[in-house]
């Protein structure tokens, strides 16, 4: 098809050298010509060209292209486009930079890396040689608590990093064929969440007179856990056997928390004590509040704790036997249930059905959160995000700082009694027994339909379920059955139902 192209062509016999406008008709396929004349002509230029130095052959080719039409300086662009190319990957070793190479490439997330395996032998060998996916799987170690929780407990861990001594480097194929293996257990884990597919085991507390636990934190090597008994009961992971019992405490051991130094823990008998987390020495008692201190937080040389008291105190941790007052805030109208803080907020839940915000700095009441329709059993706080769980039956998510209530979440029978969230989901327990799991991702996008938020229910618990926590692999729940139960998402299959271990049933809620 011919086309119309108008350009500015200088006219070579005007002496002033004025731009003309012409309109040209061309047919972009036309051959190339191939007339004697112009072979003769081309030659002859040819040799003129070779002759220049290299900045009269520059000059020369910015004057032709001047005098070029549009759609000439686009043919002309299709020819240069891979001339200016250049394979950097494959060039930077030949000059003695195999490092650059590997740097450059280190940079690339693991489907380009795979894509730039197959460009060239010279590519792969850079990418072998410079152990990339070693490196990209370090990466991701580093930075994500779920690739490093799964290099612990699959033992690849010790194949990364500087080898100990005396340890071969494993070769740069062991990578390359584990790294699709960590993508099929992440998988794995993430559809065993979406579908409730777990192993149970279960620690049964046998508590001579009241039964019932009522908090508990765990890590990798131990659970530590509060009873209704007054007891602090600390369990072995390996065996769930109890290794230590804690007494002191004369009313319930209602909740606690624990670091590498201390154990601190509070009760209905008035009282937060503090034990040696190692020996389980009690190293501290403090007497402040007078009635059953319901919840406490401490971090960084701060705690605070909450009573039925309807108080807040404030505490500087000097050292575990060097602990005092700092401040007393008072503002709730009923028993306060629960707090939690950060360098910004200290944020409090209480039965007056709010939840009220303060500066942790200056110990200022900020602001009050309504919309509970009852009392505020426990709540989460992180970043700018409070989710909260009430004797409403109902799950609240908040921005602190706005004070909006962001979504509701409702399928709990009872009062919702713990809480706790992470990046991706929200994990509840409540009265009725049942643990639930929330898609926090669309819990947070207004979009997103009600009915498709809880990613299922867990069934297991035969009391109510008092305290829970949570990572990437596992639930660890606590209730008034009297028994701990740790709901294993990381080694279930479903062809180990066959042998007995069974997920809950996992009751979608529509």
Known sequence: MMKMETDKIMDETNSNAQAFTTTMLYDPVRKKDSSPTYQTERELCFQYFTQWSESGQVDFVEQLLSRMCHYQHGQ????????????????????????????????LDAESLKSAELVCKEWLRVISEGMLWKKLIERKVRTDSLWRGLAERRNWMQYLFKPRPGQTQRPHSFHRELFP????????????????????????????????VYCLQYDDGKIVSGLRDNTIKIWDRTDLQCVKTLIGHTGSVLCLQYDDKVIISGSSDSTVRVWDVNTGEMVNTL?????????LRFNNGMMVTCSKDRSIAVWDMTSPSEITLRRVLVGHRAAVNVVDFDEKYIVSASGDRTIKVWSTS?????????????????????????????SDNSIRLWDIECGACLRVLEGHEELVRCIRFDTKRIVSGAYDGKI???????????????????LNTLVEHTGRVFRLQFDEFQIVSSSHDDTIVIWDFL???????????????????H
Not at 437 to 454: E, F, G, I
């Open 181 to 212: 293996k960590i993508m099929n257990d992440i998988d794995s884990i993430e559809n065993n969440w979406r579908i409730g597919g777990h192993m149970l085991h279960r620690i049964n507390c046998r508590s001579e007179n009241s039964k019932g």
């Open 491 to 509: 080694n279930f299959t479903p062809n180990e139902n066959k042998a007995g271990r069974t997920p809950s049933p996992a009751l979608m809620e």
């Open 287 to 295: 007497i402040h509040h007078c009635e059953a201190v319901l919840h």
């Open 362 to 390: 200056s110990c200022e009441f900020v602001r009050t959160l309504n919309g509970h329709k009852r009392g505020i059993a426990c709540l989460q706080y992180r970043d700018r995000l409070v989710v909260s769980g009430s």
């Open 436 to 454: 639930k799991v929330w898609d926090l991702v669309a819990a947070l996008d207004p979009r997103a339909a009600s009915n498709t938020l809880c």
């Open 76 to 107: 002309i662009n299709a020819y240069l486009k891979p001339m200016l190319q250049r394979d950097f990957i494959t060039l930077l070793p030949i000059k003695g930079l195999d490092h650059i190479a590997e740097n450059i490439l280190s940079y």
